[in-house]
């Protein structure tokens, strides 16, 4: 079910019976009607093998079921809510940033080290990633959260987007991503620019960026 | 008002706009009178104004007339005179409100002035603050302000107040303690609670105002009901009662 903005911060959904979704706990600020919330003991979907792999990933962010009819409004923190509808792609982004999506979407964690290997790795720690990031695919909404505002950056094949990791929120699509580093001898003795790191997506899909560099 | 390519906005006292915002996070008020207002909210004024400490001094009349809630008294100030005073809190959003002969209960914290032709008093709910009468006032959120009409549930922390609505009432979710898993939970703490098993219900005819995020702003004193107010009185201390 598509989520309705109601402003920058505060998304509005719609539950219908026999359709499920996930929401990090604590995000619910309001709801009208037979709505229930419960606590998905497994984080998530899948079962208990699920469950441990995204423990083992660091990738487990409480997260309940919403089930029933009703709507529901959904914010957390005060940060900036973007919401984005999948048609068929994947959404790559931090468990931590999920503030709702669709039970219709299939829930995976990604090993940074698929993409580039040990690079990859390194890539996750710059960046705040960790080893691993949550995938989303199907077809459904999801709505996550970023500080300040987000926007969206288009990614084409053979015009490669740069972003700082800091500000990466997520990206979709078919899109490679590898860290660039621009380290001289600046960097050496403490006199660099602040953006040695800049992760570079290449590919078709989009970035999404948030206008801050502040990690949630 | 000029506007340099790209630069931020000059205002000077003649173009700040009168009771009105001037941006998402800071207020102007066209003072020509009296204004109560929490104090530290003022950010900057033009014109004659003094700032009156309430409880004692020559508006003691005015006073009597608008302010009912002397036990937060010392947190209040009263602006005086002619001129354009703004007003802001903490980047919070800052909206202005017109209540016309009509009620609302807003969080201590929330309130930073409001005009005299309103009159201030304490909820019986602890840490709420009632107005009534006509005029405008003044309210801090954290996130925009978000307007539903009950029936509805809401988030403590994400209430703000309300109007012309039956005060709520607590609702406690079961379902999230039900079956063997929900036993373990309660037993354990293992899984968690959802931390949406308790929530403020609303119903009958009014509004609810909504922040759009659970953060709350810090709280501010409302202070307590007197020891002598007696019992039956909720928040009053028994005689000889410790807590």
Same mark, same amino acid.
């Given at each position: 079910?598509?989520?309705? #903005?109601?402003?920058?911060?505060?998304?509005?959904?719609?539950?219908?019976?026999?359709? #499920?979704?996930?929401?990090?706990?604590?995000?619910m600020?309001?709801? #009208?009607?037979? %709505?229930?919330?419960? @606590?998905?003991?497994?984080?998530?979907?899948?079962?208990?093998?699920?469950?441990?792999?995204?423990?083992?990933?660091?990738?487990a962010? @409480?997260?309940?079921?919403?089930?029933?009819?009703?709507?529901v409004?959904?914010?957390?923190?005060?940060?900036?809510?973007?919401?984005?509808d999948?048609?068929?792609?994947?959404?790559?982004?931090?468990?931590?940033?999920?503030l709702?999506?669709?039970?219709?979407?299939?829930?995976?964690?990604?090993?940074?080290?698929?993409?580039?290997? %040990?690079?990859? %790795?390194?890539?996750?720690?710059?960046?705040?990633?960790?080893?691993?990031?949550?995938?989303?695919?199907?077809?459904?909404?999801?709505?996550?959260?970023?500080?300040?505002? %987000?926007?969206?950056?288009?990614?084409? @094949?053979?015009? @490669?987007?740069?972003?700082?990791? $800091?500000?990466?929120?997520?990206?979709?699509?078919?899109?490679r991503n590898?860290?660039?580093?621009?380290?001289?001898?600046?960097?050496?003795?403490? #006199?660099?620019?602040?953006?040695?790191f $800049? +992760?570079?997506?290449?590919?078709?899909?989009?970035?999404?960026?948030?206008?801050?560099?502040?990690? +949630? | 008002?000029?506007?340099? =390519?790209?630069?931020?906005?000059?205002? !000077?006292?003649?173009t700040?706009?009168?009771?009105?915002?001037?941006?998402?996070?800071?207020?102007?008020?066209?003072?020509?009178?009296?204004?109560?207002?929490?104090? /530290? *909210?003022?950010?900057?004024?033009?014109?004659?104004? !003094? &700032?009156?400490?309430?409880?004692?001094?020559?508006? !003691?009349?005015?006073?009597?007339?608008? &302010?009912?809630?002397?036990?937060?008294?010392?947190?209040?100030?009263?602006?005086?005179?002619?001129? *354009?005073?703004?007003?802001?809190?903490?980047?919070y959003d800052?909206n202005?409100?017109?209540?016309?002969?009509g009620?609302?209960?807003?969080?201590?914290?929330?309130?930073?002035? &409001?005009q005299? /032709?309103?009159?201030?008093?304490?909820?019986?709910i602890?840490?709420f603050?009632?107005?009534l009468?006509?005029?405008?006032?003044?309210?801090?959120?954290?996130?925009?302000?978000?307007f539903?009409?009950?029936?509805?549930?809401?988030?403590?922390?994400?209430?703000?107040?309300?109007?012309d609505?039956?005060?709520?009432?607590h609702?406690?979710?079961?379902?999230?303690?039900?079956?063997?898993l929900?036993?373990?939970? =309660?037993?354990?703490?293992?899984?968690?609670?959802?931390?949406?098993e308790?929530? &403020?219900?609303?119903?009958?005819?009014?509004?609810?105002?909504?922040?759009s995020?659970?953060?709350?702003?810090?709280?501010?004193d409302?202070?307590?009901v007197?020891a002598?107010?007696?019992?039956?009185?909720?928040? =009053?201390?028994?005689?000889?009662s410790?807590?």
């Open positions: 079910m598509p989520f309705t #903005r109601v402003n920058s911060k505060l998304v509005e959904a719609t539950v219908v019976p026999g359709q #499920r979704m996930f929401s990090q706990r604590g995000a600020l309001a709801y #009208r009607g037979a %709505v229930t919330f419960t @606590p998905s003991i497994v984080g998530g979907q899948g079962g208990v093998m699920s469950m441990i792999g995204r423990r083992v990933a660091g990738e962010t @409480p997260l309940m079921t919403v089930e029933g009819s009703g709507t409004l959904f914010g957390h923190g005060g940060h900036h809510i973007h919401t984005v999948l048609s068929g792609e994947t959404l790559y982004v931090e468990a931590d940033r999920l709702a999506f669709d039970g219709s979407l299939a829930q995976g964690t990604m090993f940074m080290g698929s993409q580039g290997g %040990v690079m990859g %790795v390194i890539r996750g720690q710059v960046t705040g990633q960790g080893l691993f990031t949550t995938t989303l695919q199907g077809k459904g909404s999801v709505a996550f959260m970023a500080h300040g505002g %987000v926007f969206e950056l288009p990614i084409a @094949p053979g015009r @490669p987007v740069h972003v700082d990791p $800091q500000a990466y929120v997520a990206h979709r699509g078919d899109v590898k860290l660039a580093t621009a380290i001289g001898w600046r960097e050496m003795v403490g #006199r660099g620019s602040g953006e040695a $800049q +992760l570079e997506l290449s590919g078709q899909g989009t970035v999404y960026v948030q206008a801050s560099e502040e990690k +949630l | 008002m000029t506007h340099p =390519a790209g630069g931020p906005v000059v205002h !000077d006292a003649a700040l706009p009168s009771n009105d915002n001037v941006n998402p996070y800071a207020f102007s008020v066209d003072l020509e009178g009296q204004w109560f207002l929490q104090k /530290g *909210k003022m950010i900057a004024y033009y014109g004659q104004i !003094d &700032f009156h400490a309430i409880g004692h001094g020559p508006l !003691d009349h005015l006073i009597a007339a608008n &302010f009912h809630s002397p036990l937060h008294a010392s947190a209040w100030v009263v602006a005086q005179g002619r001129g *354009k005073m703004l007003l802001a809190d903490r980047a800052i202005s409100y017109d209540l016309d002969e009620n609302l209960t807003i969080r201590s914290g929330n309130l930073l002035a &409001f005299p /032709g309103l009159t201030l008093k304490q909820s019986i602890p840490g603050l009632t107005l009468g006509t005029g405008k006032f003044v309210a801090a959120s954290n996130g925009a302000v978000h539903v009409e009950p029936p509805i549930r809401v988030d403590p922390q994400a209430l703000v107040g309300w109007a609505c039956p005060s709520p009432c609702h406690y979710d079961h379902a999230y303690m039900r079956g063997v929900g036993g373990i939970r =309660a037993l354990t703490g293992l899984g968690g609670a959802s931390g949406e308790h929530q &403020f219900e609303f119903s009958g005819a009014g509004q609810v105002l909504l922040q995020t659970e953060q709350l702003m810090p709280e501010a409302t202070g307590g007197p002598s107010a007696g019992p039956g009185v909720p928040g =009053a201390q028994r005689p000889g410790r807590s």
